[in-house]
């Protein structure tokens, strides 16, 4: 019998056993790009996207990780990059039970692999989380995504379902209310105003909301990027191209990640209004950076 490597032999019983090989997923920016415009567009042009996204790294490491998928994937990830994650505050984290984690989002990636890796070990995998629709294309993730920005009417309905049933099966629920990662607002980096759902999900499912803060930041370059942009008044979130090239600096990094004491769903009356809730919760996450 012929040598094979070891990435081929599993390749090679698939195929014996009348499987179909797994393909790993392949970033492909140019083909991505010409897909969508007519436009004569430069190869080196490509070539500085595909060193700013990492394209090489992305596609060794799919290629080195066939088949692996949901927290298999994220740990794998997390080792990758020698991530390490100081935890405070655990001991908030009820051992049962189903909640709401509503954390602030300094990273836009990164925070939310550790987030689901903590959260994940903690209830045997039971963890599920809003992504933008653009990131159900990383298929090894997908068993933990709950895509979000869909469109109107069929789609929509389908979304409501989908995370009716999440609550329904007693997953955990892990939400970034910001929406988008965190930017240099007024002098500090923080989140902008956070967003309703997760009070009225709170409420509507008897559940309660456990606040998270993650301590991390971007680069300077990043928040720099970001005020110039709105400056000209560009809407293309331009510097967000830069996220993967801002994981890739984080390798090595300890992440301190703070979880604060379960805040009952009745606490959210009508005193406030969910959007007033929503920004109380947002508060009560920055108070606990000094914890």
Request: glycine fraction near 6%; hydrophobic fraction near 40%; charge should be positive.
């Given at each position: ?16 056993e ?8 392949k ?16 190869r ?5 996207v ?6 090489q ?7 080195n ?10 740990n ?8 390490k ?20 989002h ?12 903590i ?8 963890i ?6 653009f990131l ?9 995504f ?6 109107g ?24 209310p ?55 008044g560009i ?9 993967p ?5 984080q ?25 007033q ?12 950076k000094?914890?």
């Open positions: 019998m012929p040598h094979f490597s070891q990435k081929k032999k599993d390749k090679f019983v698939l195929i014996m009348g499987q179909t090989p797994v393909k790993p997923i970033i492909d920016v140019e083909k991505v790009i010409r897909s969508k415009t007519n436009k004569k567009i430069p080196f042009v490509f070539r500085i595909e060193k700013i996204i990492h394209q790294e992305f596609n060794t490491f799919f290629e990780h066939i088949g692996v998928e949901g927290l298999d994937f994220v794998a990830a997390l080792d990758y990059l020698n991530v994650i100081d935890i405070k505050g655990e001991e908030n984290i009820p051992s049962e039970g189903e909640f709401i984690f509503a954390s602030n300094p990273l836009g990636g990164l925070d939310g692999l550790t987030m689901a890796s959260i994940g070990k903690h209830f045997d995998g039971r599920k989380f809003l992504v933008n629709n159900m294309q990383l298929t090894p993730l997908t068993p933990l709950i895509p979000i920005n869909v469109g009417g069929r789609q929509e309905r389908e979304l409501k379902d989908h995370i009716q049933n999440i609550f329904d099966t007693k997953q955990q629920f892990l939400i970034f910001a929406g988008i990662c965190s930017r240099k607002i007024k002098g500090e980096i923080q989140d902008y105003a956070w967003k309703k759902t997760f009070i009225s999900k709170a409420k509507e499912y008897h559940r309660a909301v456990i606040p998270v803060y993650f301590e991390a930041k971007n680069s300077r370059f990043f928040y720099n990027l970001s005020q110039i942009r709105n400056a000209l809407k293309f979130n331009i510097e967000m191209i830069f996220l090239h801002e994981m890739f600096r390798k090595g990094n300890t992440f301190t990640v703070t979880f604060g004491k379960p805040i009952p769903y009745e606490t959210f009356d009508d005193t406030k209004t969910q959007y809730w929503a920004q109380y919760v947002r508060e009560l996450v920055y108070d606990m000094n914890l």
